[in-house]
């Protein structure tokens, strides 16, 4: 079934929580997204904490909050709670880019958290179409797609698949890649495969290990411990 249609048959007067794609689509990614914000915010160092992280993790906790009230209501009278977990993800975005201004966080790692958000409130919008309420606003990170060259849409785009081969090469996204595992272990301490996982989710954990490898040999990366205990960090 076509995405734009699959909530067409859903029961209006079930919970939030017990409709599948508002739980995987809208709750879970949310979830991923603040979980994300804590991890790498704590691996910025002590002293570069700032007024402005401490505001991102004000966010991120207002909307985890927004989002986990929102599983209780019944579709047919979300339009509320689901406005609230759209307005916090905007709120969240606004004020990681003024995060990454400050160079606290890495553009790298800001195409992923705008790539995440932008896809809840995605959802979000088809949610509120289900309610009858859509009828004001687009929930979406529209501005600020609007504003970036063809080349960097691409690289903020849904992950790259064989059916795109054609318009795009592998080389840009493998240099794409491994810009964002950079900025990962320029947050700090060694970091493993699983915590580069956590925050890169369009490749799986072996293909992020080939890249490090590769990365290693060419003395980008350095290796500390062996198999299971191993962990990365800027050579």
Request: glycine share 2%.
């Amino acid at each position: 079934m076509d995405n734009k249609d699959s909530l067409k048959n859903i029961n209006t007067t079930q919970r939030l929580v017990q409709i599948d794609e508002y739980y995987r689509n809208v709750f879970k990614k949310t979830e991923k997204v603040v979980s994300v914000v804590f991890y790498i915010s704590g691996k910025v160092e002590k002293n570069s904490r700032s007024i402005v992280l401490e505001d991102v993790l004000a966010a991120a906790r207002e909307a985890h909050s927004a989002v986990l009230d929102s599983l209780e209501m019944r579709l047919h009278v979300a339009e509320d709670s689901l406005r609230r977990v759209a307005h916090t993800l905007i709120s969240l975005e606004s004020k990681l880019k003024v995060v990454e201004s400050a160079g606290l966080f890495a553009p790298e790692v800001m195409n992923v958290f705008v790539g995440e958000i932008d896809s809840v409130l995605r959802n979000i919008n088809r949610f509120l179409k289900a309610t009858s309420a859509f009828d004001d606003v687009n929930y979406g990170l529209g501005s600020f797609w609007s504003e970036q060259t063809p080349t960097q849409q691409v690289e903020r785009s849904e992950p790259i698949t064989r059916a795109h081969s054609s318009v795009v090469t592998d080389k840009p996204v493998l240099s794409d890649r491994r810009e964002r595992i950079k900025a990962i272990l320029r947050t700090g301490e060694p970091v493993t495969i699983k915590d580069i996982s956590e925050v890169i989710k369009d490749c799986s954990e072996k293909t992020i290990q080939r890249e490090l490898n590769a990365m290693i040999e060419s003395n980008e990366v350095e290796r500390i411990g062996e198999k299971r205990w191993s962990r990365y960090t800027l050579a």
